[in-house]
């Protein structure tokens, strides 16, 4: 869920980061290209006055008879006429405009040996020298953009010193001749400090986007997680066998809501289908366990009435076949009560050492008598919750599944360790031919013998029952390989036990189990 709430914080971020950059670019960059824009045109405007003004001197000229009529354009008493009186008209424009501040002006020009100069930004100092520009700018071909620092003489306020401002410069012209260098500018002062605070505000803006984006994502996250945390344990539960359990609603009709909704009719449905089973199923345990069982007594009642006779020990075989399909009938009906989680609630805080004690001595005289070396390591202070009865006949069936497959002169081992994460570990270890490890899944599902198996007595449901213990106490159940000193793979099968939370005991657990979610 922090992966979540760091999204939504980021995304907060960038959204703030999108608008403040939006404000700033219809506030300032696009009032800074008017700016600019004014520039240019207040510079074409001044071209056209210089020429203009310069083309009227000339006219006056040849009208008052000063030059003769057929004065050529390219000859210099025509460009001095001319620059004379565009340098005249456009220095009147900018003697005009200049005087309200609006705008910004300087102008650079010579008058036969004299230098013209003008504007209202002249010999302050605090502009880019004017000596500077006419070095570095007025040579240029074109028209240059340029900012510099101005300040107004006029006024006292410190407010208007180092006042920022963006300029065109660059040079009128007569032709190909560069006869005179001007700067135009306006001053953007007030834009660019709107543009300082925008600035100056985006990293707080972002850091509170952030903090507050972080805190209602976590908030939003926790109501999500805790409502993904009821689904969580009522699919644990469910899975234990309490199919009681719904999901719990809020009815706002939301998509959460909505899945709650199909999750309990799924339930329900699923509910009225175990019950249809458990029904069917005692049905048949009632219906023909009784039948088997009366066969197998009339059958070994006749073999007793016939005597030691060839008929008799037909009669024995088939009441021992007759025992062998109650026994199986008996373990799938465990094994579907096991998968359906109706013993847990038997479930107590428990020590295996005792158990597996007795065990071990149960089968150590087993052992040898088949001509096999057993030993044991069962550690002490150990504890976990299990059903005494289910747990030792599930280690039962390895020790005798151990027993069965392992050749004479090979050895069992059963151990029992804590591990270093609390989880506790049952474990029986054979130098046996072992199970190949493709099929070690398989051998766990009901009726599953392997083909070197079948010449010898079983119906293949020790390994479920063992896997449907397993289950029901949550543990996991292991088929890896054991001892190989005989060159066999060798088996070692493990019950790894979950630990067990402190305090928690069957009537806790139960009545945890059966809580509302």
């Known amino acids: 869920m922090f992966r979540l709430s760091l999204l939504g914080a980021t995304l907060t971020m960038v959204s703030v980061a999108a608008a403040l950059g939006l404000v700033y670019y219809s506030m300032i960059e696009s009032e800074l290209r008017r700016v600019e824009q004014s520039n240019i045109d207040e510079i074409a405007e001044l071209q056209n006055?210089?020429?203009?003004?310069?083309?009227?001197?000339?006219?006056?000229?040849?009208?008052?008879?000063?030059?003769?009529?057929?004065?050529s354009p390219e000859s210099d008493e025509f460009k001095q006429l001319y620059d004379r009186g565009g340098i005249t008209a456009v220095e009147r424009a900018v003697?005009?405009?200049?005087?309200?501040?609006?705008?910004?002006?300087?102008?650079?020009?010579?008058?036969?040996?004299?230098?013209?100069?003008?504007?209202?930004?002249?010999?302050?100092?605090?502009?880019?020298?004017?000596?500077?520009?006419?070095?570095?700018?007025?040579?240029?071909?074109?028209?240059?953009?340029?900012?510099?620092?101005?300040?107004?003489?006029?006024?006292?306020?410190?407010?208007?010193?180092?006042?920022?401002a963006r300029g065109i410069v660059g040079n009128l012209k007569l032709g190909e001749d560069n006869v005179a260098a001007i700067i135009v500018g306006r001053d953007v002062e007030a834009i660019s400090r709107?543009?300082?605070?925008?600035?100056?505000?985006?990293?707080?803006?972002?850091?509170?986007?952030?903090?507050?984006?972080?805190?209602?994502?976590?908030?939003?996250?926790?109501?999500?997680?805790?409502?993904?945390?009821?689904?969580?344990?009522?699919?644990?539960?469910?899975?234990?066998?309490?199919?009681?359990?719904?999901?719990?609603r809020n009815y706002s009709e939301d998509e959460m809501d909505l899945l709650a909704e199909h999750l309990n009719s799924m339930l329900d449905h699923i509910d009225r289908l175990m019950q249809a089973m458990r029904y069917a199923g005692d049905s048949i345990a009632h219906d023909l366990r009784s039948p088997l069982t009366r066969l197998r007594t009339r059958l070994e009642s006749a073999a007793v009435e016939l005597g030691d006779t060839p008929e008799a020990d037909i009669l024995f075989s088939a009441a021992e076949d007759a025992s062998e399909l109650l026994t199986t009938f008996d373990g799938v009906l465990r094994i579907a009560r096991l998968e359906a989680g109706e013993r847990r609630e038997l479930l107590q805080p428990t020590d295996p050492k005792p158990l597996l004690d007795d065990l071990a001595e149960l089968y150590e005289p087993a052992c040898e008598d088949a001509g096999l070396q057993f030993s044991a390591d069962i550690a002490k202070g150990t504890d976990i919750l299990a059903d005494r009865g289910l747990l030792s006949q599930a280690v039962s069936n390895l020790v005798e599944n151990a027993i069965k497959y392992t050749p004479k002169g090979g050895r069992i081992h059963l151990e029992l360790r804590k591990t270093?994460?609390?989880?506790?570990?049952?474990?029986?270890?054979?130098?046996?031919?072992?199970?190949?490890?493709?099929?070690?899944?398989?051998?766990?599902?009901?009726?599953v013998r392997l083909d070197k198996s079948r010449t010898l007595p079983g119906s293949g449901l020790g390994m479920a029952l063992v896997d449907a213990v397993a289950d029901l106490h949550r543990a996991e159940f292991t088929l890896e390989d054991g001892f190989d000193d005989r060159g066999t793979l060798g088996l070692k099968a493990s019950l790894v036990l979950p630990r067990r939370r402190p305090g928690l005991g069957a009537d806790e657990g139960k009545a945890k189990s059966s809580g509302k979610v």
Request: aromatic letters at 8%; a positive charge.
């Open 49 to 71: 006055l210089y020429d203009e003004g310069g083309l009227a001197r000339v006219r006056a000229a040849k009208a008052a008879g000063i030059v003769p009529q057929g004065l």
């Open 95 to 164: 003697t005009v405009r200049g005087a309200s501040y609006e705008a910004l002006y300087f102008l650079q020009a010579r008058r036969q040996s004299q230098v013209l100069i003008r504007g209202n930004i002249l010999g302050q100092g605090d502009l880019l020298a004017s000596e500077a520009i006419a070095q570095d700018e007025i040579n240029s071909r074109g028209f240059s953009k340029i900012q510099f620092l101005y300040s107004d003489p006029n006024s006292d306020s410190e407010d208007f010193i180092d006042r920022r």
């Open 194 to 248: 709107t543009g300082d605070r925008i600035r100056s505000t985006l990293v707080p803006a972002l850091l509170l986007a952030a903090i507050l984006g972080l805190i209602s994502s976590w908030f939003v996250s926790r109501s999500f997680a805790a409502r993904v945390e009821a689904f969580n344990r009522l699919a644990t539960d469910v899975r234990a066998g309490n199919l009681d359990r719904r999901a719990p």
């Open 420 to 447: 270093r994460n609390g989880r506790v570990t049952i474990s029986v270890t054979d130098d046996g031919p072992g199970i190949p490890s493709i099929d070690r899944e398989r051998v766990k599902e009901r009726f």
